[in-house]
């Protein structure tokens, strides 16, 4: 059985379906709804949730905060982490988290090689397929994309709007296709 963790980096707390949580039963296994807990309570976590989204503190160094919680995590059975750099929520772009970090590029690419260094197993990731529709944006995007190759993620999911359209408008199918078709 995998256990999957997203590291979110979008707010101060930790989501763990089975956590306290009523779970819900669906045709393809169970989905919970999710308790808040503090990341610092993470080491205190039960093994046996089936997905936990870890959404770290504010800090100075979120790759370092992202790599340690990535450890803890490993350490204590899960699988496969994922990132999600596609959040388009004005709380978590604020922040310099989330969709934010596809117009950060530099430090995108910082938070996946430090997570890579403790992770040598499946990594995974979230992302729009840009921030907004500039060149630059899609010039940020194709860099972090990039990157995810280099570092061996085992799968990237990318959606077809930008963290500018949140989760209104067209998504671009041509944008998906062209990115299938290069990759």
Not at 24 to 38: F, I, N, P, V
Not at 62 to 71: C, G, H, T
Not at 104 to 133: F, H, Q, S, Y
Request: glycine content about 8%; some cysteine.
């Amino acid at each position: 059985d995998l256990v999957l963790l997203s590291l979110d980096g979008g707010h101060d707390v930790a989501h763990a379906p089975g956590v306290g949580a009523r779970e819900d039963s669906h045709e393809h296994g169970r989905a919970g709804q999710t308790e808040h807990l503090r990341a610092s309570a993470l080491r205190r976590l039960p093994v046996t949730c089936e997905q936990l989204v870890l959404e770290v503190d504010d800090t100075p160094c979120l790759r370092e905060e992202m790599a340690a919680a990535a450890q803890i995590l490993l350490e204590s059975g899960f699988d496969v982490i994922d990132l999600n750099f596609a959040c388009p929520v004005k709380k978590v772009m604020g922040r310099c988290r989330g969709g934010y970090l596809l117009s950060d590029p530099d430090e995108a690419i910082n938070i996946m090689r430090a997570v890579r260094e403790v992770v040598p197993g499946p990594l995974t990731m979230k992302l729009r397929r840009a921030l907004d529709d500039s060149t630059r944006a899609a010039e940020n995007f194709d860099r972090i994309f990039n990157e995810a190759i280099n570092l061996e993620f085992a799968a990237m999911a990318v959606h077809g709007r930008t963290v500018e359209q949140k989760y209104t408008g067209t998504a671009d199918w041509d944008f998906l296709r062209t990115l299938k078709i290069r990759y």
